[in-house]
């Protein structure tokens, strides 16, 4: 019996960290091509400068949050790969979605810089988030279900990191809704979250977060 081609398709590890490392890279650099300068014909002082620079200092929260963001999935996805024995053709695609909503991530940081007071910006862009979270839990799981893990891979691992997906999303849902009320304060708290998770403190309670 002949053999079917998707048994062979999507098998290489290195060819998804490749595309994944360019496809970040290349969503980071998007990200700062958002910020203008100021248009030289309009600034004839230090003052007209500084004012100019500070009325869009509002971006800088957006583009903040989207490099924690950005810097968290990395490493998930990172860490997940990592423990890959090898891959498949279902997995391959399960990551190519996971990547196809990285780059989303700049349109929506725009949308939130641009609409910075709107909640219907804030919403979709945690919903960004949300679904880079579900889709960086289901290519775990498959990997788990499908056993394509390393047989060395730490036992500890696997349900550590379903974990943290969980909690985070949990985490990233309370700062959507306290944004429902006060988008600025919804924002300033997933930027803490983010920042607990990329500084990863020693603390007894948010090392375990």
Known sequence: MSTHYN??????????????DGIFAFAATVLVLDFRTPDAADIHSE??????????????MPWLLSLLTLGIFWVAQQTQ??????????????HLVFLA?????????RLLADFFTYRTAFLIYWA?????????????A??????????????????????????????????????????????????LIQLNYAI???????SRL
């Open 7 to 20: 048994a062979f398709a999507g098998g290489d590890v290195g060819r998804i960290e490749a595309l994944s």
């Open 47 to 60: 003052t007209e400068l500084l004012s100019a620079l500070l009325a869009s200092s509002h971006r800088l």
């Open 81 to 94: 790969l990592s423990q890959l024995a090898r891959s498949n053709r279902d997995l391959t695609w399960l």
């Open 101 to 109: 909503i990285i780059t989303v991530l700049p349109f929506t940081t």
């Open 128 to 140: 960004n988030i949300f679904l880079l979270g579900v889709a960086v839990y289901v290519t775990w």
């Open 142 to 191: 498959y990997s788990e279900r499908a056993k394509l893990l390393r047989e060395d891979a730490p036992p500890a691992l696997l349900g550590a990191f379903r974990r943290r997906v969980i909690i985070a999303q949990s985490l990233y849902a309370l700062g959507a809704l306290i944004g429902l009320a006060s988008v600025p304060l919804g924002l300033a708290l997933i930027i």
């Open 200 to 206: 990863a403190p020693r603390l007894p309670i948010l």
